[in-house]
């Protein structure tokens, strides 16, 4: 049963130009949502949280989206750099819960051509 | 302020034999997070940890997986027996508090690959 899914594997951008990664839920528990990245070998890094109770969070070049009544979140990334390239992973927990554990959807590679 | 730490960061082990993953947390971090990413798979969470409780082990095989994590050292993933299908990478996580309270986030570390051959 997967609670967050990445539907696209994969995502090729120019550089310079925006970048969407999108996720979706299941759980309406889920109020707290969070994107990782993750370069090969490594470990993933945070990157942005978004609470329930917004609809957008910004940080930079990244600002994450969140539509509640469509369960949909998404990232975007703008302006993309080739340092962009890595795998992103969102993740959900719901804070009521008495552990608050991340789930993760399966990650979008993400290229970022020069 | 180090990171999470974890060790090894390759381990190779034939079938049957036991695999223990080692996990030492952010220093002031006392929430504990296993997880397992099997290739072309996301995150899957295993197990969450305080100070020498289990809090939630419902991502954990029933059998030949244990986790602990004591008062004094770091946190251990345990497996026996281990099958090829146990090939992995595991990364442990740390907090301060539990996540999503106060908006925590977790903190990985760069994971432990296993092998089993």
């Known amino acids: 049963d997967q609670q967050v899914k990445q539907n696209s594997p994969s995502l090729s951008v120019q550089e310079g130009r925006i970048s969407i990664l999108n996720c979706d839920y299941t759980?309406?528990?889920?109020?707290?949502f969070l994107w990782y990245k993750k370069y090969p070998a490594e470990g993933p890094t945070f990157l942005i949280s978004?609470?329930?109770?917004?609809d957008k969070n910004e940080d930079g070049r990244f600002t994450v989206f969140l539509n509640k009544s469509a369960k949909h979140l998404s990232l975007h990334i703008v302006p993309s750099q080739p340092g962009d390239s890595a795998v992103y992973f969102c993740?959900?927990?719901?804070?009521?819960?008495?552990?608050?554990?991340?789930?993760f959807g399966q990650g979008t590679t993400l290229q970022v051509k020069p | 302020n180090a990171g999470v730490m974890q060790n090894p960061r390759h381990l190779v082990r034939r079938r049957g034999q036991e695999a223990r993953l080692r996990c030492s947390p952010m220093k002031g971090h006392s929430h504990v997070y296993w997880y397992r990413q099997l290739p072309e798979e996301g995150l899957k969470f295993m197990v969450y940890?305080?100070?020498?409780?289990?809090?939630?082990e419902s991502g954990m095989p029933k059998e030949r997986f244990s986790a602990e994590f004591p008062k004094e050292g770091p946190s251990i993933l345990r497996i026996q027996q281990v099958v090829r299908g146990d090939s992995a990478a595991y990364f442990c996580?740390?907090?301060?508090?539990?996540?999503?309270?106060?908006?925590?986030?977790?903190?990985f570390g760069s994971g432990t690959q296993l092998s089993v051959l």
């Open positions: 993740a959900a927990s719901a804070r009521s819960s008495n552990t608050g554990k991340l789930i």
């Open positions: 759980n309406s528990m889920f109020d707290y």
């Open positions: 940890l305080q100070k020498e409780n289990i809090i939630d």
């Open positions: 978004i609470s329930s109770i917004k």
């Open positions: 996580a740390s907090s301060p508090q539990r996540t999503g309270s106060n908006n925590e986030k977790l903190f």
